[in-house]
């Protein structure tokens, strides 16, 4: 991409392109200018292009493209910091649900709720414990929750007794 009033060859790495250039990349360029720079916060998303691009959206607040960054961002933290917990497996909701040879209807019945909803549970990013907790008894199984914390993981009890 050509980057008005700069004097930056077209080859130089994201990492290494000046603010201006970044904030100027976000604002005139398209999903195929963006991919490196995509890349490269993925790989690294504490990392210091990570950090520009966040006080750029911050300072300069650009409609649509400032909370698809941010989120993005904020979902490469995510994806690098699960690690299923060790002797675990990790998969989705619908994944496990296929596993054990349920249908939708089955499970949602067992919850009291419609096939709809619990297609939309699947769906859904942000699910309440409780609702999570439904969902396991409804597969037979029970919800066991734990937090990892630097050295040790801690079992949770929530709204019970340990």
Known sequence: ???????IPPD????ELPLAAIHD?????????????LRRIER???????????????AY???????????????CRIRRDFRPLEGAEACSLADLR?????????????????????????RRRDVRVSTLRSAAEALGGSLQMAIRLPGRVVEVVIGGES
């Open 12 to 15: 130089t790495p994201v990492e």
């Open 61 to 75: 607040p650009m409609y649509g493209t400032s909370p698809l960054l941010r989120a993005w961002i904020e979902r």
């Open 98 to 122: 296929l596993s054990l040879g349920k249908t939708q209807e089955e499970v949602a019945r067992a919850m009291g709720i419609s096939q709809s909803d619990y297609s939309k549970l699947e």
């Open 25 to 37: 990349l976000l604002d005139r360029g398209d999903l195929d200018d963006w991919r490196p720079l």
């Open 44 to 58: 690294d998303p504490d990392g210091e292009l990570a950090r520009s691009v966040a006080r750029l959206v911050d």
């Open 1 to 7: 991409m050509i980057h008005r009033h700069l004097e």
